[in-house]
Each structure stands twice: as C-alpha cells, then as structure tokens.
Nanobody, 121 residues
Framework: QVQLVESGGGLVQPGGSLRLSCVVF????????MCWYRQAPGRQRELVARITKLGIPDYADSVKGRFTISRDNAKNTVALQMNSLKPEDTAVYYC???????????????WGEGTQVTVSS
C-alpha cells in the first residue's frame, strides 16, 4: 500500500511565499514522474508542475518563474516552492506520483489528499 502525505498549505498574503512538501510512504520499487496539481472551487483539477525521475521540471504557464518543483529520490519526497503568490493561486494542491511498487507490478498513479492554499489580504 502506498500513501502520499502533503504538508505546508495555509493562508498567505498576495506576494508571499509558501512551500509545499509531499512524502511517499509504502512499499516502493521506484517513482517516476512526481507532480503537483491544484483545483480551485468550480474548476477542473489542473497540472501545476511536474518533475521527472532525473529531475527535469515542467511548469504550467501560469506559474512559470514563480514556482519551483524539486524532489529527493532518496527520501521519496517532492516539494513545491511558491513565490509571488496571487489570489488566483488559491486552490487545494494535490501531490501525485507514478509509483512502481514492490513486489513489482505495473506503474500506477497515486494521489495525496490535498492541502489548502489560500492567497488573500
């Protein structure tokens, strides 16, 4: 069984910063892509940032230059540093990882329960 646990959400003023973290627990052989998604009220869940196993990042246009995704393969963690936050960044942020479990079987996507980020004055 695999579990993703997020932390670091909260309330921040516009222009402020937050750092989200996600730890993957369980019987894991390997983790491929790790991602952060977000879902605002009344909107579809959207991909915010993705990082490959080799550490190559990719970002949604709306967060480029403000957000930075990173991972630690030894600790099975992924982080999202969010700077220059805007009210439109308000959403529930979800951690996602492509897991290859042990004993070995096919890769599957695993999700965290989400952490609320609110940007407001």
């Amino acid at each position: 069984q695999v579990q993703l646990v997020e932390s670091g959400g909260g309330l921040v003023q516009p222009g402020g910063s937050l750092r989200l973290s996600c730890v993957v627990f369980g019987s894991i052989f390997s983790i491929n892509n790790m991602c952060w998604y977000r879902q605002a009220p009344g909107r579809q869940r959207e991909l915010v940032a993705r990082i490959t196993k080799l550490g190559i990042p990719d970002y949604a246009d709306s967060v480029k230059g403000r957000f930075t995704i990173s991972r630690d393969n030894a600790k099975n963690t992924v982080a999202l540093q969010m700077n220059s936050l805007k009210p439109e960044d308000t959403a529930v942020y979800y951690c996602n990882a492509d897991i290859i479990p042990t004993p070995y079987r096919s890769q599957f996507p695993a999700w965290g329960e989400g952490t609320q980020v609110t940007v407001s004055s």
